[in-house]
């Protein structure tokens, strides 16, 4: 027997195949069917559809209303090695952020073509504020969150005007296009290097969202957060 193979069968396919498959699923600019995956795999389709489903059991994958295939929530909770410098360094400025303006804060990164929530914090005394959780993901062009992240990057001709409006003001506004009837500002966290690394925000009624007031401490608290990641 070789000492190739003897490493080859030292190794779980199964494992391997599941792992294979949320790594397609998880990276893809577009979410998938579950076609396009076993194409991807060079599997079956109930091969695939077996794998799937034991992911969605462990909430590592998720399916839309169209039955594709985009990371679940749990990836969030699995990366958060990965980004324990960033949510500890995070954590006081948030806290600061949501007492003195009593609204929820939070922390968002890019996750390929989504913004994912890694870090919420809601103030500690307020009539009322908007409960939000983490591993919350939706389309990185929709939403403040989305807009502050992308106007870290290039200026791209397609990108909204809201990305390149963001980009001069330091800050992003947007209105109900994530949850209806809610108000959202966000500021890039961009390190001294220049990268952007995440997004501060606060979500809050519509109603009561005044960004005059509320957008310079947001995108003080992204300043601060910047520096501490350096």
């Keep these: 027997m070789s000492a190739t193979h003897q490493i080859d069968s ?30 991807h795999l060079g599997l079956g389709r109930s091969v695939t559809y077996r794998i799937i489903r034991t992911l969605e059991d462990h909430r590592l994958v998720t399916r839309d209303a169209t039955g594709r295939l985009t990371g679940g929530t749990q990836l969030v909770a699995l990366a958060g090695g990965v980004k324990n410098d960033m949510q500890a360094a995070a954590a006081p400025i948030l806290a600061t952020l949501a007492n003195l303006l009593g609204m929820t804060a939070f922390l968002v990164v890019s996750d390929g073509n989504a913004a994912v929530t890694v870090l919420v914090v809601e103030p500690m005394s307020t009539a009322a504020h908007v409960a939000y959780r983490p591993g919350t993901r939706h389309p990185l062009d929709r939403g403040a969150p989305g807009i502050a992240l992308l106007a870290g990057d290039a200026p791209k001709a397609s990108e909204r005007v809201e990305v390149s409006d963001a980009r001069t003001s330091g800050w992003a506004y947007s209105e109900s296009e994530v949850i209806e009837g809610m108000a959202s500002i966000a500021a890039p966290v961009t390190t001294p290097d220049g990268a952007t690394q995440a997004a501060v925000a606060i979500v809050h009624l519509v109603a009561g969202m005044d960004s005059k007031y509320v957008a310079p401490h947001v995108v003080e608290a992204a300043r601060c957060l910047g520096i501490d990641l350096a």
């Excluded at 195949?17 to 998938?32: F, N, Q, V, Y």
């Design 10 to 39: 030292s190794r779980s396919q199964t494992l391997d195949r599941g792992l294979s498959a949320l790594a397609i699923i998880a990276t893809s600019k577009t979410p998938l069917t579950i076609h396009e995956v076993a194409t």
